[in-house]
């Protein structure tokens, strides 16, 4: 199946996924279109075995995303029942988001506002240059943001950051972003790419299926009420049970590089 267009670019690097924002001169404003493609790149790099990590990033070196695209929102958002159906495509994309098992990577250059902020937080990690800024413009164009996006917000940075961040709509610089936990870390540009690579290829070299228990078991200690012990104790059993203990343990005792198969 396809899944480059336009705006969404999705490929293939060995086992590195990226999907790429490209849509510059509105500085990644995402589209509904283009919440319709990320959710098809999600869902399809989800079932892909070669895929062990995603990287999300926005082309034109001013934008990670900038949120929705506010030109839309006069036909397509212009009262609650147009609203219905633009949050129903987001609600989709989400759970496609949150539903992917496998790290995801938020590389982060320029703005990340709104939308960008939403998600970058639903990604497992946030690397970012040291000159990028972040918003949540919500209270300054009196829309409301949904539970999950909040409460991804509120686990990240806390509940009195979280309202600073909503009630005033102001944006906060990197270094603010990094104290408080919105931003895992900070680099220069020209060191961007090489510190998410660098990560990526330490995930994506690492054995799977204990990559994937990690994830699954770290989403269950932050929400009680999915919290699902007999699943997690599954999955610890497959990893024991699965080739690629094995071939750790050889690999260690040989002193050697382990080639894991996620099986």
Known sequence: ???????????????????IINNPEKRNAISFSMRE?????????????????????????????????????????????????????TEIMT????????????MIEGYCVGGGVATAIACDMRIATKDTKYGIPAAKLGLAYGFDNLRQLVEL????????????GDLI????????????????????????LSIADKISANAPL?????????????????????????????CFDSDDYREGREAFMEKRKPEFKGR
Request: charged fraction near 35%.
């Open 210 to 238: 204990t990559v994937l228990a990690s994830k699954e078991t770290v989403k269950h200690v932050l929400r009680p009420e999915i919290r699902d012990h007999q699943k997690l104790k599954e999955m610890a059993k497959i």
């Open 173 to 196: 610089d990197a270094d603010d972003a990094h104290r408080i936990g919105l931003v895992d870390e900070l680099c220069a540009l020209d060191e961007l790419e090489d510190m998410v």
């Open 95 to 106: 759970k496609a988001m949150n539903a992917f098992k496998k790290p995801i990577l938020a």
């Open 37 to 89: 493609a990320m959710t098809q790149v999600f869902n399809e790099y989800n079932k892909d075995p070669e895929v062990r990590v995603l990287i999300i990033r926005g082309s034109g070196g001013k934008a990670f995303i900038s949120g929705a695209d506010i030109s839309e929102f006069k036909d397509i958002r212009s009262n609650y029942d147009a609203e219905e159906k633009y949050a129903k495509a």
């Open 157 to 168: 940075v806390g509940p009195s950051n979280a309202k600073r961040i909503l009630f005033t």
């Open 1 to 19: 199946m396809k899944l480059n267009t336009e705006k969404i670019i999705a490929r293939k690097d060995g086992k590195i996924g990226w999907m």
